[in-house]
């Protein structure tokens, strides 16, 4: 989701604004970012209903925190992911507990229609896999993984948000990506027993 140069601009023209207090540009920026933020959190915390709750403390915070913000290279969306993340996290730290997924709520958000229920069983149980397998990733890979594929951002916007190299998202990418598909590869056959002849 590499940013235009056009885009790069409009942004920091709204920015500027919402800086100035103009409340259309804080809506513009509101209006442009919560579908990916929502996501970014959907997919760290999986329940519909508290992904909405923090995502609005997220478009909250921007609006007390935008006159704190300064370019250093790095998009806007950086900082809006970075203020995602601690609220995600402080989230789970208040609950005292991982990540959850609720099948349901996943299947909704992830536009899947059903219409019968063998389908709908079949998404069901790959959801499941996925979160179950997600656990088994370092909490940096998992962000990475997030970042990438749950938000759509290149890897330099990952790196941006997470702070580390282009390299380093490579390597926790890959790293994160092989470990997912070898807890989710299906378990080899269990070769059939050959009876014994009678002695």
């Not at 997220?58 to 601690?86: C, D």
Request: charged share 25%.
């Amino acid at each position: 989701m590499q940013a235009s140069e056009a885009d790069r601009r409009a942004v920091e023209a709204l920015v500027k604004k919402a800086q100035q207090g103009d409340s259309p540009s804080f809506g513009e920026l509101y209006e442009r970012y919560y579908d990916q933020i929502f996501r970014y959190v959907s997919f760290k915390c999986g329940n519909a209903s508290e992904a909405e709750d923090i995502t609005g403390e997220v478009f909250l915070k921007m609006l007390e925190s935008i006159q704190t913000f300064k370019w250093q290279g790095h998009p806007f969306t950086s900082w809006l992911y970075r203020i995602a993340h601690n609220l995600v996290v402080d989230h789970f730290r208040k609950k005292g507990r991982r990540r959850t997924v609720p099948i349901d709520n996943a299947m909704g958000r992830a536009g899947v229609t059903a219409s019968d229920l063998e389908h709908r069983a079949e998404v069901s149980i790959a959801i499941a896999e996925v979160s179950t397998a997600m656990d088994n990733l370092t909490d940096l890979q998992r962000e990475v993984i997030a970042l990438r594929f749950a938000s759509g951002l290149s890897v330099a916007e990952t790196a941006a948000v997470v702070g580390k190299k282009d390299n380093a998202v490579k390597a926790l990418q890959h790293a994160g990506l092989k470990k997912l598909r070898n807890v989710m590869a299906p378990a080899p056959p269990v070769p059939a027993r050959v009876p014994h002849p009678e002695a």
